[in-house]
């Protein structure tokens, strides 16, 4: 195991960090730009579609997706409602091959999907992704879903079929639209739950360069809990599962990336009694090598992710607090890894004294841009920074000024058209009924 331990610093640093792809030698300069039109809930995740931008939003019961075209919400539709004992959770959005997109999200113990053909259609009706061969109902929480380097989707979750074995579950949707029976890829090794003992849910998807997926998942263990992964291969293979470590896993699940194709890469955070550290591991070939990325003494781990990045190397964010709230607040790390050779920590970290910590998300780039939010009496300052491949960090870039929000205020970043522009998605607490992002466009 190779261990990489950061000094100390006496600034106090915070995070809200989204990494979006930005193109090697982008200028620095930069423009913010209002999106106009308000959307209605609570906004849950975006997706690139094209020029345009797609927007998941839930409202009530229902299901809203909207549509950014040219700094306006160009388009809005509800795709389904909830029954009356229904529920929409984890409201997630893709785009796949051919301008296609996919809404996924968990409804009354099922996990369900709408299909958008072409950029000029509607999403279609949804249709329910966790059904089993002769089972009439079943259990199913907490989807995930990657999308392959081919452009289809696969989505993993929690559950099974009634009257049968509960573990980690994936379907993978045919070009035509129709879903295939679920596999479960924890094949076994999910260990049975007391009744009524809910699970400690965490699940990722990420696609590899040739057409494979790799899925990671947490579950329970005799001490804390073991991460667990799974590969399939192009051909539709499953290698593992495979633990890939254990241990407390923190209050945050695994993340998942695959950089070049049969691998899959996770990270997490564990805290080892007043140690915190950022920890990754690699399956190749049913063969696991581990890491520490960082850790920090005195300190509590909170959310890492990690992304892939062109030629099979990857970029990791993590999230740290000072176990003593009077030693200052949160803070970010990142560490960064070419296709082949260890860890490297930045010199830098992303966030500034005054940030505040929030989750850590990533998608694949050439470089990375990454954002955090200042929050005081006034809501007042948003930043966006410049991080490279190779985990360096550049040159941050002060946003606009925004009224006060309620606390649990998130955000959201995305590369817009080419890697040229982002987009901030504000995202309030369920009690607003709308909010209002920003374009920010790098000269």
Do not use: K
């Not at 020029?51 to 809005?76: F, H, K, M, W």
């Not at 950029?119 to 199913?140: C, I, L, N």
């Not at 929690?158 to 949707?173: E, N």
């Amino acid at each position: 195991m190779r261990r990489v331990v950061r000094p100390d610093r006496a600034t106090t640093l915070a995070l809200a960090v989204a990494l979006a792809a930005v193109p090697a030698g982008a200028a620095h300069a930069a423009g913010w730009t209002a999106v106009s039109g308000l959307i209605p809930g609570t906004a849950s995740d975006a997706a690139l579609d094209g020029p345009r931008v797609l927007v998941t939003s839930i409202s009530g019961r229902s299901v809203v997706v909207s549509t950014i075209a040219a700094d306006r919400v160009a388009l809005r539709q509800t795709v389904t409602t909830a029954g009356r004992l229904g529920a929409v959770r984890r409201l997630q959005v893709v785009r796949l091959g051919g301008g296609r997109a996919l809404a996924v999200w968990q409804e009354a113990g099922a996990i369900r999907a709408a299909l958008r053909q072409t950029p000029g259609d509607r999403f279609g009706p949804a249709r329910t992704v966790s059904w089993f061969p002769g089972a009439a109902t079943g259990a199913a929480r907490h989807p995930a879903v990657g999308v392959t380097s081919a452009g289809e989707p696969v989505v993993a979750w929690w559950g099974g079929p009634a009257g049968g074995r509960l573990g980690v579950q994936a379907s993978a949707m045919a070009p035509g639209g129709a879903w295939a029976p679920p596999v479960e890829v924890s094949a076994g090794t999910y260990p049975q739950l007391p009744p009524g003992a809910p699970p400690r849910l965490g699940i990722d998807v990420a696609g590899d360069p040739a057409g494979g997926v790799a899925v990671v998942w947490r579950q329970p263990a005799a001490a804390g809990e073991t991460v667990m992964g799974a590969v399939r291969a192009a051909d539709g293979t499953w290698v593992g599962p495979a633990a890939l470590g254990s241990g407390p896993v923190g209050s945050a699940g695994p993340s998942a990336a695959a950089p070049a194709p049969g691998e899959l890469l996770a990270a997490w955070p564990e805290d080892r009694g007043g140690r915190a550290c950022a920890v990754a591991a690699a399956l190749r070939a049913a063969a696991v090598t581990r890491d520490d990325l960082v850790c920090r003494d005195g300190a509590v781990a909170g959310s890492v992710r990690v992304t892939a990045t062109p030629g099979g190397g990857a970029i990791a964010a993590a999230a740290f607090r000072p176990a003593d709230p009077s030693q200052g607040g949160a803070y970010v790390e990142v560490a960064a890894r070419g296709a082949t050779g260890a860890w490297t920590p930045s010199a830098l970290a992303i966030a500034r004294a005054g940030d505040v910590a929030g989750p850590v998300t990533a998608t694949a780039g050439r470089s990375a841009v990454a954002a955090s939010v200042a929050r005081g009496v006034q809501f007042n300052r948003l930043r966006v920074a410049l991080v490279g491949a190779d985990g360096a960090v550049g040159r941050r870039i002060d946003g606009p000024t925004r009224p006060t929000p309620p606390p649990r205020t998130g955000v959201r970043v995305l590369p817009l058209g080419p890697g040229a522009r982002v987009v901030l998605l504000l995202t309030p607490a369920p009690a607003l009924r709308s909010w209002r992002p920003s374009i920010l466009t790098l000269g």
